[in-house]
Protein backbone atom coordinates (compact mmCIF):
# COMPACT_ATOMS: atom_id res chain seq x y z
CA UNK A 1 0.00 0.00 0.00
CA UNK A 2 2.53 2.14 0.53
CA UNK A 3 4.42 1.48 -2.36
CA UNK A 4 1.47 2.38 -4.59
CA UNK A 5 1.15 5.59 -2.44
CA UNK A 6 4.77 6.45 -3.06
CA UNK A 7 4.06 5.60 -6.74
CA UNK A 8 0.91 7.79 -6.67
CA UNK A 9 2.93 10.99 -5.18
CA UNK A 10 5.45 10.51 -7.39
CA UNK A 11 3.12 10.86 -10.86
CA UNK A 12 1.42 13.85 -9.37
CA UNK A 13 4.70 15.32 -9.15
CA UNK A 14 5.79 14.60 -12.18
CA UNK A 15 2.38 15.62 -13.82
CA UNK A 16 2.71 18.97 -12.11
CA UNK A 17 5.89 19.63 -13.38
CA UNK A 18 5.37 19.19 -16.77
CA UNK A 19 1.92 21.73 -16.37
CA UNK A 20 4.75 24.43 -14.75
CA UNK A 21 6.94 23.41 -17.86
CA UNK A 22 4.72 23.93 -20.32
CA UNK A 23 3.01 27.19 -18.85
CA UNK A 24 7.04 28.89 -18.42
CA UNK A 25 7.59 27.64 -21.75
CA UNK A 26 5.10 28.90 -23.91
CA UNK A 27 3.67 32.71 -24.96
CA UNK A 28 2.36 34.85 -22.16
CA UNK A 29 -1.14 35.38 -22.23
CA UNK A 30 -3.51 38.29 -20.85
CA UNK A 31 -1.49 40.49 -18.24
CA UNK A 32 1.78 38.81 -19.14
CA UNK A 33 1.21 40.24 -22.93
CA UNK A 34 0.98 43.17 -22.28
CA UNK A 35 3.68 43.47 -19.97
CA UNK A 36 6.19 42.11 -22.86
CA UNK A 37 4.65 44.88 -25.03
CA UNK A 38 5.44 47.38 -22.84
CA UNK A 39 8.54 46.51 -21.03
CA UNK A 40 10.57 49.65 -23.20
CA UNK A 41 7.71 52.35 -22.73
CA UNK A 42 8.94 54.32 -20.59
CA UNK A 43 5.83 55.52 -17.45
CA UNK A 44 6.43 59.25 -18.44
CA UNK A 45 6.83 61.48 -21.26
CA UNK A 46 7.95 64.90 -21.48
CA UNK A 47 6.82 67.01 -24.77
CA UNK A 48 9.49 69.72 -25.12
CA UNK A 49 7.53 72.41 -26.65
CA UNK A 50 7.44 76.52 -26.17
CA UNK A 51 7.45 79.32 -24.06
CA UNK A 52 4.13 79.67 -22.09
CA UNK A 53 1.49 81.12 -23.99
CA UNK A 54 2.95 80.72 -26.91
CA UNK A 55 1.45 78.55 -30.13
CA UNK A 56 4.14 75.49 -29.72
CA UNK A 57 3.17 75.38 -25.91
CA UNK A 58 -0.40 75.20 -26.33
CA UNK A 59 -0.28 72.62 -29.10
CA UNK A 60 2.25 70.78 -27.19
CA UNK A 61 -0.19 70.89 -23.72
CA UNK A 62 -2.92 69.39 -26.22
CA UNK A 63 -1.02 67.05 -27.65
CA UNK A 64 0.01 65.57 -24.95
CA UNK A 65 -3.76 65.27 -23.27
CA UNK A 66 -4.77 63.47 -26.34
CA UNK A 67 -1.69 60.90 -25.83
CA UNK A 68 -1.99 60.36 -22.55
CA UNK A 69 -6.34 59.40 -22.58
CA UNK A 70 -5.43 57.26 -25.76
CA UNK A 71 -2.36 55.06 -25.05
CA UNK A 72 -2.40 52.75 -21.77
CA UNK A 73 0.13 52.88 -19.33
CA UNK A 74 1.74 56.47 -20.40
CA UNK A 75 1.46 59.82 -18.96
CA UNK A 76 2.47 62.50 -21.17
CA UNK A 77 3.07 66.42 -19.80
CA UNK A 78 4.55 69.68 -21.65
CA UNK A 79 7.45 71.16 -20.72
CA UNK A 80 7.97 74.59 -21.45
CA UNK A 81 10.84 75.82 -23.10
CA UNK A 82 12.54 78.55 -25.66
CA UNK A 83 11.44 76.79 -28.41
CA UNK A 84 14.55 76.60 -30.30
CA UNK A 85 16.67 73.64 -31.84
CA UNK A 86 19.60 74.39 -29.26
CA UNK A 87 17.34 74.00 -26.33
CA UNK A 88 14.83 71.11 -27.74
CA UNK A 89 17.32 69.39 -29.32
CA UNK A 90 19.94 68.19 -26.86
CA UNK A 91 17.00 67.47 -24.50
CA UNK A 92 15.77 64.53 -27.07
CA UNK A 93 19.12 63.29 -28.22
CA UNK A 94 19.84 62.27 -24.67
CA UNK A 95 16.79 61.31 -23.58
CA UNK A 96 14.14 58.44 -24.77
CA UNK A 97 11.58 59.21 -22.78
CA UNK A 98 11.70 62.90 -24.52
CA UNK A 99 9.88 64.51 -27.29
CA UNK A 100 10.29 67.75 -28.69
CA UNK A 101 8.75 70.54 -31.54
CA UNK A 102 11.20 71.66 -33.73
CA UNK A 103 11.61 74.26 -36.89
CA UNK A 104 12.41 71.88 -39.55
CA UNK A 105 15.26 73.16 -41.56
CA UNK A 106 17.02 73.56 -38.11
CA UNK A 107 16.74 69.96 -37.50
CA UNK A 108 18.15 69.66 -40.66
CA UNK A 109 20.87 71.65 -39.87
CA UNK A 110 21.67 70.30 -36.16
CA UNK A 111 21.70 66.58 -37.67
CA UNK A 112 24.48 67.75 -39.74
CA UNK A 113 26.31 69.66 -37.20
CA UNK A 114 26.11 72.63 -39.21
CA UNK A 115 23.36 74.83 -36.59
CA UNK A 116 24.99 77.99 -35.43
CA UNK A 117 25.36 77.93 -31.69
CA UNK A 118 24.70 74.19 -31.15
CA UNK A 119 28.28 72.29 -30.51
CA UNK A 120 26.73 68.87 -31.10
CA UNK A 121 25.04 66.58 -34.06
CA UNK A 122 21.44 65.83 -33.30
CA UNK A 123 21.63 62.27 -34.56
CA UNK A 124 19.30 60.47 -32.08
CA UNK A 125 16.72 63.13 -33.14
CA UNK A 126 14.28 61.85 -35.91
CA UNK A 127 10.91 62.95 -36.73
CA UNK A 128 6.89 62.28 -36.41
CA UNK A 129 5.07 64.46 -37.05
CA UNK A 130 5.07 68.02 -38.66
CA UNK A 131 2.23 70.61 -38.10
CA UNK A 132 2.12 74.42 -37.97
CA UNK A 133 4.03 77.06 -39.80
CA UNK A 134 6.03 80.45 -39.30
CA UNK A 135 5.72 82.94 -42.55
CA UNK A 136 8.16 85.34 -42.74
CA UNK A 137 6.51 88.45 -43.62
CA UNK A 138 7.79 91.61 -45.59
CA UNK A 139 5.77 94.95 -44.33
CA UNK A 140 6.11 98.25 -45.14
CA UNK A 141 4.43 101.33 -44.55
CA UNK A 142 2.26 103.38 -48.16
CA UNK A 143 4.85 106.29 -47.20
CA UNK A 144 8.00 104.61 -48.48
CA UNK A 145 7.03 103.83 -51.74
CA UNK A 146 8.01 100.44 -51.75
CA UNK A 147 6.23 97.76 -53.88
CA UNK A 148 7.49 95.14 -54.42
CA UNK A 149 11.07 93.49 -53.67
CA UNK A 150 13.13 95.02 -56.67
CA UNK A 151 12.06 98.82 -54.79
CA UNK A 152 14.75 97.02 -51.95
CA UNK A 153 18.06 97.94 -52.65
CA UNK A 154 19.53 100.92 -50.59
CA UNK A 155 16.64 100.16 -48.12
CA UNK A 156 16.72 100.33 -44.13
CA UNK A 157 15.66 96.91 -43.63
CA UNK A 158 14.68 95.19 -40.19
CA UNK A 159 15.68 91.70 -39.29
CA UNK A 160 14.82 88.40 -37.03
CA UNK A 161 17.15 87.75 -34.29
CA UNK A 162 20.46 86.25 -35.93
CA UNK A 163 20.70 82.30 -35.30
CA UNK A 164 17.10 81.99 -35.85
CA UNK A 165 15.81 79.92 -38.75
CA UNK A 166 13.62 83.18 -39.48
CA UNK A 167 16.78 85.08 -39.91
CA UNK A 168 18.47 82.62 -42.43
CA UNK A 169 14.84 82.55 -44.51
CA UNK A 170 15.15 86.14 -44.36
CA UNK A 171 18.99 86.31 -46.03
CA UNK A 172 17.58 83.29 -48.62
CA UNK A 173 14.92 85.40 -49.81
CA UNK A 174 16.92 88.61 -50.29
CA UNK A 175 19.44 86.27 -51.85
CA UNK A 176 17.05 85.26 -54.19
CA UNK A 177 15.89 88.11 -55.58
CA UNK A 178 20.05 89.08 -56.15
CA UNK A 179 21.07 90.85 -53.25
CA UNK A 180 24.16 90.41 -50.72
CA UNK A 181 24.36 92.71 -47.57
CA UNK A 182 25.87 95.94 -48.97
CA UNK A 183 22.91 96.34 -50.97
CA UNK A 184 20.93 97.83 -48.30
CA UNK A 185 21.70 100.79 -46.07
CA UNK A 186 21.54 98.57 -42.66
CA UNK A 187 19.97 94.74 -41.91
CA UNK A 188 19.09 95.03 -38.39
CA UNK A 189 18.20 92.39 -36.61
CA UNK A 190 15.55 93.07 -34.06
CA UNK A 191 12.92 91.37 -32.06
CA UNK A 192 9.84 91.61 -34.22
CA UNK A 193 8.11 94.29 -31.40
CA UNK A 194 10.99 96.58 -32.24
CA UNK A 195 10.64 96.10 -35.61
CA UNK A 196 7.24 97.24 -35.24
CA UNK A 197 8.21 100.42 -33.39
CA UNK A 198 11.44 101.06 -36.02
CA UNK A 199 8.78 101.00 -38.80
CA UNK A 200 5.91 103.70 -37.29
CA UNK A 201 9.33 105.96 -36.23
CA UNK A 202 11.24 106.14 -39.80
CA UNK A 203 14.15 104.31 -38.19
CA UNK A 204 13.59 101.46 -40.94
CA UNK A 205 12.03 101.06 -44.43
CA UNK A 206 10.65 97.44 -43.95
CA UNK A 207 9.97 95.21 -41.49
CA UNK A 208 10.48 91.03 -41.25
CA UNK A 209 8.09 89.75 -38.41
CA UNK A 210 7.20 86.26 -38.60
CA UNK A 211 4.15 83.96 -37.43
CA UNK A 212 0.61 82.93 -38.51
CA UNK A 213 -1.70 85.14 -40.28
CA UNK A 214 -2.98 87.80 -39.24
CA UNK A 215 0.63 88.57 -37.46
CA UNK A 216 0.31 90.21 -34.45
CA UNK A 217 3.24 93.11 -35.23
CA UNK A 218 1.73 93.31 -38.81
CA UNK A 219 -1.95 93.67 -37.32
CA UNK A 220 -0.83 96.34 -34.55
CA UNK A 221 0.83 98.47 -37.81
CA UNK A 222 -2.22 97.25 -40.05
CA UNK A 223 -4.50 99.10 -37.27
CA UNK A 224 -2.44 102.79 -37.48
CA UNK A 225 -0.98 102.89 -40.98
CA UNK A 226 -1.15 101.96 -44.03
CA UNK A 227 0.98 99.20 -44.62
CA UNK A 228 2.33 97.30 -47.55
CA UNK A 229 3.24 93.54 -47.87
CA UNK A 230 5.86 91.99 -50.78
CA UNK A 231 5.00 89.13 -52.12
CA UNK A 232 7.32 86.88 -53.36
CA UNK A 233 7.00 85.97 -56.96
CA UNK A 234 6.67 81.97 -58.53
CA UNK A 235 9.78 82.37 -59.96
CA UNK A 236 11.99 83.40 -57.17
CA UNK A 237 9.60 80.74 -54.78
CA UNK A 238 10.62 77.68 -56.89
CA UNK A 239 14.29 78.57 -56.73
CA UNK A 240 14.13 78.77 -53.05
CA UNK A 241 12.26 76.12 -52.55
CA UNK A 242 15.19 74.05 -54.70
CA UNK A 243 17.46 75.23 -52.47
CA UNK A 244 15.31 74.47 -49.27
CA UNK A 245 13.02 71.62 -50.05
CA UNK A 246 11.55 71.44 -45.89
CA UNK A 247 10.15 75.05 -47.15
CA UNK A 248 6.87 75.35 -48.89
CA UNK A 249 4.94 78.35 -50.36
CA UNK A 250 1.60 80.08 -48.84
CA UNK A 251 -0.69 82.32 -49.57
CA UNK A 252 -1.68 85.10 -47.41
CA UNK A 253 -5.38 85.71 -48.46
CA UNK A 254 -6.78 89.04 -49.89
CA UNK A 255 -8.03 91.30 -46.93
CA UNK A 256 -5.98 89.51 -44.20
CA UNK A 257 -5.22 92.92 -43.45
CA UNK A 258 -7.58 95.38 -44.24
CA UNK A 259 -5.00 97.65 -45.79
CA UNK A 260 -3.90 94.66 -47.86
CA UNK A 261 -6.60 93.84 -50.63
CA UNK A 262 -4.47 91.48 -52.91
CA UNK A 263 -3.12 87.84 -52.34
CA UNK A 264 0.46 87.76 -50.96
CA UNK A 265 2.82 84.41 -51.35
CA UNK A 266 5.13 83.68 -48.52
CA UNK A 267 7.73 81.03 -47.54
CA UNK A 268 6.42 79.18 -44.49
CA UNK A 269 8.56 76.81 -42.65
CA UNK A 270 7.31 73.90 -41.21
CA UNK A 271 7.93 72.51 -37.59
CA UNK A 272 7.46 69.25 -36.17
CA UNK A 273 7.13 66.63 -33.52
CA UNK A 274 10.28 64.07 -32.86
CA UNK A 275 11.82 61.50 -30.41
CA UNK A 276 15.09 60.01 -29.99
CA UNK A 277 15.84 57.02 -31.63
CA UNK A 278 15.59 54.86 -29.34
CA UNK A 279 12.51 55.18 -28.29
CA UNK A 280 10.09 51.88 -28.70
CA UNK A 281 9.18 51.25 -32.30
CA UNK A 282 5.84 49.87 -31.20
CA UNK A 283 5.01 52.74 -28.93
CA UNK A 284 6.30 55.53 -31.73
CA UNK A 285 3.73 54.02 -33.95
CA UNK A 286 1.18 54.42 -31.70
CA UNK A 287 2.25 57.72 -30.73
CA UNK A 288 2.20 58.57 -34.87
CA UNK A 289 -1.14 56.92 -35.02
CA UNK A 290 -2.94 58.95 -32.41
CA UNK A 291 -1.75 62.35 -33.39
CA UNK A 292 -2.75 62.08 -37.09
CA UNK A 293 -5.79 60.55 -36.18
CA UNK A 294 -6.69 63.56 -33.82
CA UNK A 295 -6.26 66.63 -36.23
CA UNK A 296 -9.42 67.56 -35.50
CA UNK A 297 -9.62 67.63 -31.35
CA UNK A 298 -6.44 69.25 -31.54
CA UNK A 299 -7.87 71.98 -34.23
CA UNK A 300 -10.66 72.43 -31.64
CA UNK A 301 -8.03 73.36 -28.91
CA UNK A 302 -6.00 75.53 -30.98
CA UNK A 303 -6.64 77.40 -34.58
CA UNK A 304 -3.34 76.04 -35.91
CA UNK A 305 -3.69 72.65 -34.81
CA UNK A 306 -5.36 71.81 -38.25
CA UNK A 307 -1.55 71.85 -39.65
CA UNK A 308 -0.54 69.06 -37.48
CA UNK A 309 -2.21 67.23 -40.28
CA UNK A 310 -1.33 63.45 -42.60
CA UNK A 311 -1.04 65.84 -45.43
CA UNK A 312 1.80 67.98 -44.30
CA UNK A 313 3.54 65.32 -42.62
CA UNK A 314 3.40 63.20 -45.91
CA UNK A 315 4.92 66.69 -48.16
CA UNK A 316 7.51 66.50 -45.46
CA UNK A 317 7.94 62.41 -45.35
CA UNK A 318 8.13 61.78 -49.50
CA UNK A 319 11.11 64.42 -50.08
CA UNK A 320 12.59 62.60 -47.71
CA UNK A 321 14.81 65.73 -45.97
CA UNK A 322 14.88 64.53 -42.74
CA UNK A 323 14.46 60.61 -41.31
CA UNK A 324 11.08 59.85 -39.54
CA UNK A 325 11.66 57.59 -36.62
CA UNK A 326 10.91 54.00 -37.76
CA UNK A 327 8.06 53.35 -35.68
CA UNK A 328 6.41 56.43 -37.42
CA UNK A 329 7.80 55.64 -40.88
CA UNK A 330 6.03 51.96 -40.36
CA UNK A 331 2.52 54.16 -39.77
CA UNK A 332 3.59 56.42 -42.93
CA UNK A 333 4.68 53.62 -45.42
CA UNK A 334 0.92 52.08 -44.23
CA UNK A 335 -1.30 55.02 -45.32
CA UNK A 336 1.18 55.22 -48.83
CA UNK A 337 0.39 51.87 -49.56
CA UNK A 338 -3.45 52.33 -48.67
CA UNK A 339 -3.85 54.63 -51.31
CA UNK A 340 -5.66 57.14 -48.70
Known sequence: MK????LLLALIMIISLVACGGKNQGAPTGNEAQHTKDKNWPSDVVIASGTTGGTSYYIGATQAQILTEAIDGVSFVTEATNAAITQNGPLVQNDPAIMGHFVIP?????????YPGLDMELDKVYLIQVGNSTRPQFITLKENNIKDFSDLKGKRIGVPPITT???TATIQILAAYGYKESDFASLT???FN???DALKDGSIDVAV??????????????????????SISDEVMAKIIAETPSYKAEIVPAG?????????QVVAIPQGIGCNIDMDEDLVYEITKVLNESTDKLASMHAEGREWNLENTLAVYKAGVVPFHPGAARYYDEIIASGK
Not at 209 to 230: K, T
Request: glycine share 8%; no cysteine.
Open 3 to 6: RVFA
Open 106 to 114: ALVQAREGT
Open 165 to 167: VVY
Open 189 to 191: PMA
Open 194 to 196: DQG
Open 209 to 230: VAGGFPQAVASDLNSSRDIVML
Open 256 to 264: TYSDVDYEV
